[in-house]
């Protein structure tokens, strides 16, 4: 197998165009107001990680690369990593969903919490949804604890949209679990091990 | 049961534990046969679990309120006010949806106070020079508010995981790792406002966490740590900008890679020691037959069994100006 050298280098124009028009899609224009000072980085090692860095890091970042030793390729993490490109599609991750919480206004909320364990969410898990969505919407997903404090469970594509859970069959899949991809946060437990 | 016995002969009381003799011999040199008895008792124990509230998350009230609600018992450590002492927990306090979102980390008590003897400050450039698994870098952008920037430095691939998800987690954005040896940022040119170099070490002062450690190491493998964390610091130092600060520590008790490490770099460079204003035990000027410089009675040592925590010894800083 050819080893690839890892690099973590500004994204360029179609790469960031590929992850802001995601974010505008999915969150709306108010996205852009943390989105404005930073800028998009790629950490390229077989698959493309998004990164969102602020222009202090990137300052380094660019003072790293022109130095003697140029370390940018042994650059493990710079800000904060949102989701990958794969074949020109952004992939939102748990850790976007971590980053944009605020601006997903989509939200769905458990009764279970069998989503952090890589399972699905089925029409019977769910207590309530925010706002209406559609077939293909990113929804983040929540569990409610007692006293109703929220808590942030990670981040799914529906399966169906709303207007179709009071009709479809309890086991119906909303949001489909997967145990070895980093949508929901117990990805963290099994990633560590 | 070890309470029940008195024990007076303290190689005898080692033996039975399954020590190396020569550990014996030298926590006895370092801090006498009854207090070497109270520290080899203290290692048969278990530490409590202490957690570090992570207000880049979400205010202390209400990860108090969340752990209350799971029926979490805790109690705050005087003079960390981020820390809380787990008094009882139903449940495994590592996988909780609260732990999973990054309201707190479980970390040693001791270990916190590396981080707060730095002091950062939000607009500083801090060097982690020796990070994985994140439990100081965390701590640090948390002091820093997540402004300024942290280049936290980890040789090992295989650790630099760990850091990742710990820093992800707590919700860490400040912070650039980089999977290299510490002793090659020198050439990256990067001046560091403060540093951390919580240096790979013997684990002498952690034998409560990994008793293998009774056994695993030989007095030579010490010359070796006492090396590399020189080598670490000379870097650390060279990278330091003029009237910038480091701090140094290990979880080891042993001079060597102490004291020991601290006297050389103050004879080769304009670096002088400050005071710790935490009320630990000082470090020590004379070790077998080393004698170092009476400054490091500014450094402080962290016995175990007198800060019911893990051994520590750390030292700060100053780099004077040209
Ligand atoms: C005591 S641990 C650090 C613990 C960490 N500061 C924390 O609070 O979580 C020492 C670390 O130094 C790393 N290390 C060893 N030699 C190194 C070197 N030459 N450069 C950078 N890191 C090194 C080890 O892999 C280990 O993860």
């Excluded at chain 1, 569990?143 to 981040?155: Q, R």
């Excluded at chain 2, 050389?264 to 670096?271: E, S």
């Amino acid at each position: 197998m050819v080893k690839t050298e890892t690099l973590f280098i500004k994204a360029s124009r179609e790469e960031e165009q590929i992850v802001v028009s995601f974010l505008l899609k999915e969150f709306g224009t108010k996205v852009m107001e943390i989105m404005n000072d930073k800028s998009i980085f790629i950490k390229q090692r077989g698959v493309k990680e998004v990164y969102i860095v602020n222009e202090e890091l990137k300052d380094t970042i660019e003072f790293i690369r022109n130095s003697s030793l140029d370390l940018t390729k042994n650059i493990f993490l710079a800000g904060y990593p949102i989701g990958t490109i794969h074949e020109k599609q952004f992939q939102l991750e748990v850790t976007g969903g971590f980053y944009f919480k605020k601006y997903m206004e989509k939200r769905i909320i458990v009764k279970t919490q069998q989503f952090l364990y890589g399972k699905d969410i089925v029409v019977a898990n769910v207590k309530e949804y925010t706002l209406p969505f559609k077939k293909g919407n990113w929804l983040a997903v929540y569990g409610k604890g007692k006293k109703d404090s929220e808590l942030f469970y990670g981040v799914g594509k529906a399966l169906v949209g709303s207007n179709e859970l009071s009709s479809a069959p309890p086991n119906t899949v909303i949001i489909k679990g997967y145990k070895n991809r980093p949508f929901d946060l117990g990805w963290y437990l099994r990633f560590e091990k | 049961m070890l309470d029940e016995v008195s024990y007076t002969d303290v190689y005898d009381l080692g033996n039975k534990l399954g020590y190396l003799p020569y550990m014996i011999q030298r926590f006895v040199e370092l801090i006498g046969e009854k207090e070497t008895i109270e520290l080899l008792k203290f290692n048969e124990k278990k530490l409590k679990t202490v957690i570090r509230l992570n207000n880049l998350k979400a205010q202390f009230s209400e990860i108090e309120f969340l752990l209350l609600q799971k029926k979490i018992v805790f109690k705050r450590i005087r003079e960390i006010p981020e820390a809380r002492e787990i008094v009882h927990s139903p449940i495994s306090i590592g996988a909780t949806i609260e732990y999973l979102n990054g309201y707190y980390m479980v970390q040693g008590k001791n270990s916190m106070f590396p981080p707060l003897i730095l002091d950062p400050k939000p607009h500083e450039i801090i060097g982690d020079f020796a990070a994985a698994p994140g439990g100081k870098t965390t701590h640090i952008a948390q002091l820093m508010k997540n402004k300024g920037k942290i280049i936290s430095i980890e040789r090992s691939k295989r650790r630099c995981t760990a850091l990742y998800s710990n820093i992800i987690r707590m919700g860490v954005q400040n912070t650039i790792v980089i999977n290299t040896d510490a002793r090659d940022i020198v050439k990256s040119k990067i001046k560091f406002d403060k540093i951390l170099l919580d240096a790979p070490c013997s684990g002498s002062g952690v034998i409560i966490n990994d008793p293998s450690r009774k056994t695993s190491k030989k007095e030579e493998d010490l010359a070796r740590y006492s090396k590399l964390q020189t080598e670490l610091l000379d870097t650390a130092i060279q990278t330091l900008k003029e009237g910038g600060t480091i701090v140094y520590c290990t979880c080891s008790l042993e001079p060597e890679e102490n004291e020991l490490v601290i006297d050389r770099v103050l004879k080769d460079n304009d670096i002088k020691l400050v005071d710790i204003l935490f009320s630990f035990e000082r470090g020590v000027t004379k070790f077998a037959n080393y004698s170092f410089s009476p400054e490091l009675k500014k450094a402080v040592r962290l016995y175990p069994h007198k800060t019911n925590g893990e051994g520590f010894f750390i030292a700060k800083m100053v780099k004077e100006s040209g």
